[in-house]
């Protein structure tokens, strides 16, 4: 069983910046792959970024050179870097976990409790 806490959502100003934090209970080493999506009021949930164990980034084409997944494997941790930010932006955002091919399509199988990120000025 896998724990994902995330952290760092709030509210922002158009073109602002916000990180997100994602925090798994064991050691990611073992985590295929680990991604963001975000699931705005009405909408379904998207994908909005995924990274392997060997650190290969996807992005969705709607935040790609704004936003950047990373992570730091001593403190179990992965980071959604989220540059000029836009209204559109604005949703309750999950970290997942799991096999590369269940991450990219429809979730990893883990998820967390999602943190909402407001874009709005």
């Known amino acids: 069983q896998v724990q994902l806490v995330e952290s760092g959502g709030g509210l922002v100003q158009p073109g602002g910046s916000l990180r997100l934090s994602c925090a798994a209970s064991?050691?990611?080493?073992?985590?295929?792959?680990m991604g963001w999506y975000r699931q705005a009021p009405g909408k379904q949930r998207e994908l909005v970024a995924a990274?392997?164990?060997?650190?290969?980034?996807n992005y969705a084409d709607s935040v790609k050179g704004r936003f950047t997944i990373s992570r730091d494997n001593a403190k179990n941790t992965v980071y959604l870097q989220m540059n000029s930010l836009k209204p559109e932006d604005t949703a309750v955002y999950y970290c997942?976990?799991?096999?590369?091919?269940?991450?990219?399509?429809?979730?990893?199988?883990?998820w967390g409790q999602g943190t909402q990120v407001t874009v709005s000025s």
């Open positions: 990274i392997t164990s060997g650190g290969l980034p």
């Open positions: 997942t976990a799991g096999p590369r091919n269940w991450v990219l399509t429809t979730g990893g199988g883990y």
């Open positions: 064991i050691s990611i080493f073992s985590i295929n792959a």
